[in-house]
């Protein structure tokens, strides 16, 4: 498995050059927007199959320059979204004048919307057993007629060969044109890195999305978002787990962007 994380081999029919980025502390992040995004998906989501995408925030961007392997994870799939205010607000100001925040529920909600319209297939690989049987129930009476083809949440341990064997085909066998996968960085990433090329449908690592789709906890109001303080409402509702992360990678973030010009 290690292979696939550090070979880079992204699908032969992707050109991957057409995707502006903004190298930030290592990591090439997707110098996009909502739109852009949504328009390429709808228009390569066939040729994308076995492949993954990073939404990738401030914790991700530091973890990645901590951590050699992470970062190459990061930079081995399709693209790494700017999931984060920060790293949006430094691309615009070196230059990128459209890249805007694109984060991972956003993205979830945009292709839901369009899911009947263009018959896509989804799977959701994470999470808890209770959390995606309410991901799949809140998802059918908000978005009828959606094409939810199956749904895994692993075991709390490391998995196996053979039942690691026996995921891959049941996702190949439901031939999704999406995988959702909530795991939490940077374990979703690596499962993704691990999957690739192994699984049919394009991976995406969403992180809370799950929870926020089964209501289980919610997104901060609209304006909020706007002014990149969606990090703060999420440190209001779990501050135990939270604040450690946010006060040791944002001073980091800065410290690093600051000091060593990344």
């Known amino acids: 498995m290690e292979e696939s994380i550090f070979d880079g081999q992204y699908s032969k029919y992707i050109d991957k050059s057409e995707i502006p980025t903004c190298n930030i502390l290592g990591v ?72 805007k925040r694109t984060t991972g529920p956003g993205v979830m909600g945009e292709i839901f919307e369009i899911s009947v319209k263009n018959n896509y297939r989804h799977f959701f690989y994470g999470s808890t057993p209770e959390t995606v049987e309410k991901l799949v129930h809140k998802l ?11 749904s895994y949440s692993p075991p709390f341990k490391k998995l196996n060969k053979q039942e690691d064997l026996k995921i891959i085909e049941l996702i190949n066998d439901a031939n999704p044109d999406f995988i959702w996968v909530g795991l939490g960085a940077p374990k979703q990433e690596r499962w993704m890195a691990e999957h690739q090329g192994k699984v049919k449908g394009l991976m995406l690592g969403v992180g809370a999305g799950f929870d926020y789709y089964a209501e289980n906890i919610k997104r901060a109001p609209e304006w909020m978002q706007r002014m990149n303080l969606e990090w703060l409402y999420r440190l209001m509702q779990e501050p135990r ?11 980091k973030f800065i410290w690093i962007l600051l000091t060593k010009k990344k």
């Open 140 to 150: 059918k009476d908000r978005y009828p007629g959606i094409n939810i083809v199956g």
């Open 241 to 251: 787990r939270l604040f450690g992360r946010y006060l040791r990678t944002n001073t």
């Open 28 to 99: 090439n992040i997707a110098a996009i927007n909502m739109e852009w995004l949504i328009e390429y998906l709808v228009t390569n989501i066939k040729e994308l199959s076995g492949e993954y995408i990073c939404v990738s925030n401030v914790f991700t961007t530091v973890t990645s320059y901590e951590d050699e392997k992470y970062c190459r994870i990061q930079n081995n799939g399709i693209m790494a979204i700017p999931d984060g205010g920060p790293l949006s607000t430094v691309g615009r100001h070196r230059g990128n004048k459209n890249m």
